[in-house]
């Protein structure tokens, strides 16, 4: 289902959004993604994103690897200093506040890059290429097991091929 976002709050531009079930979600090649936060969203997704078919989790890095010790799967941890790996996609589940100097670090990169925040709009990413939003309606815990399937999960992306 799409349908357009009227108003924000972030301006006047409408821009496409589209609603899909994280359970639905298949790939049809192998698709690479790092993964770059150490809170409760970024510990739920790399799980999820380890037992995925047709995902491949690339990395996980976080400003204090350190915290991404405990993390499930194998995939290689690092600090935000350390060259990204090649993906096809950045996925942002940082802070808020963060979102901006993060990705100003993947500036030139031809991954996607999507942040995780119902509160930022898009343009945060403004300085990368390719970008989009990626926001499930669902609080996360590192102490409470949920499953993402029927999650709803709100997508937004600069480019409609992105949405794809």
């Given at each position: 289902m799409k349908r357009q976002c009227k108003?924000?709050?972030?301006?006047?531009?409408?821009s496409p959004i589209s609603q899909i079930n994280i359970s639905?979600?298949?790939?049809?090649t192998v698709i690479r993604i790092l993964l770059i936060g150490s809170g409760n969203l970024a510990?739920?997704?790399?799980?999820a994103l380890e037992q995925s078919k047709g995902v491949r989790l690339v990395g996980l890095r976080a400003r204090d690897p350190e915290k991404l010790s405990g993390f499930p799967g194998a995939a290689p941890r690092s600090g935000l200093d350390e060259p990204a790996p090649d993906a096809d996609i950045c996925l942002l589940?940082?802070?808020?506040?963060a979102i901006g100097d993060v990705a100003a670090g993947l500036k030139g990169s031809p991954a996607l890059v999507v942040h995780c925040s119902g509160a930022q709009p898009l343009a945060t990413l403004k300085g990368t290429s390719r970008h989009g939003v990626f926001y499930s309606l669902q609080t996360f815990s590192r102490d409470r097991e949920v499953s993402l399937a029927g999650i709803p999960v709100l997508t937004e992306a600069g480019r409609p091929e992105d949405l794809a």
């Open positions: 108003n924000s709050g972030f301006g006047a531009q409408s639905d979600v298949y790939f049809s510990y739920r997704l790399s799980g589940a940082v802070a808020d506040r």
